[in-house]
Each structure stands twice: as structure tokens, then as C-alpha cells.
């Protein structure tokens, strides 16, 4: 069963930042935050991922609250290439359990 | 580096008839994943190996479904007798421990099943 509660849906404009929230309440203390995306009809991708600090890579933020009880990721321009389902998962070790995700539509 | 391969990508079956999907995952990764996933839902993991052993099959239907990975490389997964209900798409991962960002989980493009 998943840790996490996502938005159903989001819209986001073109240029825009894309902000996704996440609650993952239950959490514990050696539990990762791991963010994937699936574009239609492919396999799932792997975003970012994160324990206590913020973290940034190449294609997106990751800011997870102090308390670790909430997290969200930020695209900092989206293109419409990022619409896409989005996947936050609390995971330790391979035990990594996917909700239904938010499904981020990019609109020109 | 060449991504997780899976054959074939899509496959139309009658319900009792037997079908088999094949993995090829990222060379040197020692955990394969299989996740069965219908339409509107997340993934779900059927099957996991590390090398050629299984770690975790908790929620694989063993009455009709089995998978191996006799060399520790490439894993079949099959389904014998398909029911109306295994119509989802069959995705596999892998992942590495000791290289790159480790327990990151690599997916293939998957196996759309379709069973009439």
C-alpha cells in the first residue's frame, strides 16, 4: 500500500514553474523520498530522490519539509514535454510501493 | 549505457492461453523487478530477484504466473492460463547497489498484454 497522498491532477502553463506536493505523514527516519514520472506509454522515470536535505539535479528540486511529513517537486520551467503521471514514493532498501500518482497536464 | 530491453511490446492472447514476456536489464545490475501495472494504477511488483535468487514474490499469483532468471542476466516472466484479468502492462526494472545512485530503479518501456 502506498505511504503517500497526491493531487489526482494538476495544469500547469508552459514556462511555468510545476509545483507537485506530496504527504507522506507516516514516514520514518531511514525512509527516501523518491519522485518518478511516466509518460505515455513508457516505463516509469526516475526524477530525484531525498532523505532530510533539500536536493536539485538537472531536472528538477526537491524540497521535503523539516518535519519530513511533506515534500514537493519542482520543475522549475515546464515544457510539454513534462506532462506526465508523477509518482512520490517513501521507500528504504527495494521496497518501493507506487500510489496512482498526479497526472500533470502541461498546457501551451 | 543501453536501458532495460523488454520483448515483445505488445502481445494480444485468447484467456487460457499461455504467454511469455522477456527482460534484458542494465549490464552489471544485480536486482530485476517485474510490476504489473493496469490501466489507471501505479505499478505493482509481482516479483523481485537479486542475481539469480528470488528476494521478494509476495504478491506474485503462483497459481498462474512464474518468472526466473536462471543466469542472474535476463528473466522471463510467463503467465499460464491467462485470465481477462492479467490484461495490464508487464514492466521490468533493475538496479544496481554499488554504482551509480544505488537502489535507483531503472524501468524498460514494458509489455502491453492484451487478453480477449
Known amino acids: 500500500d502506498a505511504k503517500t497522498t497526491q493531487p489526482t491532477s494538476m495544469d500547469c502553463a508552459e514556462g511555468r514553474a510545476a509545483n507537485l506536493p506530496c504527504n507522506h505523514s507516516?514516514?520514518?527516519?531511514?525512509?527516501?523520498v523518491y519522485w518518478y514520472r511516466q509518460i505515455h506509454s513508457q516505463g516509469p522515470q526516475y526524477i530525484i530522490h531525498?532523505?532530510?536535505n533539500n536536493e536539485t539535479n538537472e531536472m528538477a528540486s526537491l524540497i521535503i519539509t523539516e518535519d519530513r511529513k511533506s515534500s514537493t517537486l519542482i520543475l522549475p520551467h515546464a515544457t510539454l514535454r513534462d506532462t506526465a503521471v508523477y509518482y512520490c514514493?517513501?521507500?528504504?532498501?527495494?521496497?518501493?510501493?507506487f500510489g496512482a500518482g498526479t497526472r500533470l497536464t502541461v498546457k501551451p | 549505457e543501453a536501458g532495460v530491453a523488454q520483448s515483445p511490446r505488445y502481445k494480444i492472447i485468447e484467456k487460457r492461453q499461455s504467454v511469455a514476456f522477456w527482460c534484458n536489464p542494465i549490464?552489471?545490475?544485480?536486482?530485476l523487478y517485474w510490476y504489473q501495472q493496469i490501466l489507471g494504477q501505479g505499478p505493482k511488483l509481482l516479483i523481485q530477484?537479486?542475481?539469480?535468487?528470488?528476494?521478494?514474490d509476495s504478491q506474485l499469483p503462483k497459481d498462474r504466473f512464474s518468472a526466473e532468471r536462471l543466469k542472474g542476466v535476463d528473466s522471463t516472466l510467463k503467465i499460464q492460463p491467462a485470465k481477462l484479468e492479467d490484461s495490464a502492462v508487464y514492466l521490468c526494472?533493475?538496479?544496481?547497489?554499488?554504482?551509480?545512485?544505488?537502489?535507483?530503479?531503472?524501468f524498460g518501456p514494458g509489455t502491453r498484454l492484451l487478453v480477449l
Open positions: 514514493i517513501v521507500r528504504v532498501a527495494n521496497d518501493m510501493r
Open positions: 549490464s552489471g545490475h544485480a536486482t
Open positions: 531525498g532523505l532530510k
Open positions: 530477484f537479486q542475481n539469480n535468487g528470488v528476494v521478494d
Open positions: 507516516t514516514i520514518s527516519g531511514n525512509e527516501y
Open positions: 526494472a533493475s538496479s544496481s547497489q554499488t554504482s551509480g545512485t544505488p537502489w535507483t530503479q531503472y
